[in-house]
C-alpha cells in the first residue's frame, strides 16, 4: 500500500517535500496533469461566436477545469500543433 500525499500549504512547504521525498513510495494515482503556458501572450484577437456555441465553449471549459479562453486558445494550439 503506498502511502498518501501529504496536504502541503506553502511553496516552501511543497519545495521541502519534493527534495527529500521518494516519490515512487507515493501514490499518485489521483494526480492530473497540468499544462503550463511560458509563451507570453502579445497579441489578442476578436471573434463573433453564437450565443449556443460559446456557452458549450463555456461549459466544455468549465469540465476541464479551465477559464473558457484559455480553453479555446489550447483548441486552437491542438489543432494547429496536434500531439504537442
Not at 519545495?15 to 503556458?37: C, H, K, N, W
Not at 461566436?49 to 476541464?64: F, M, N, Q, V
Amino acid at each position: 500500500m503506498k502511502k498518501q500525499l501529504p496536504v502541503l500549504n506553502t511553496d516552501k512547504e511543497a519545495e521541502d517535500f519534493i527534495g527529500q521525498a521518494d516519490l515512487t513510495e507515493y501514490d499518485l494515482s489521483s494526480l492530473t496533469p497540468v499544462r503550463f503556458e511560458f509563451q507570453p501572450k502579445e497579441r489578442s484577437i476578436t471573434m463573433r461566436l453564437s450565443e449556443p456555441l460559446l456557452e458549450a465553449i463555456k461549459e466544455e471549459a468549465g469540465r476541464s477545469g479551465i477559464p473558457y479562453q484559455r480553453f479555446i486558445r489550447q483548441t486552437l494550439e491542438n489543432a494547429v500543433h496536434p500531439k504537442r
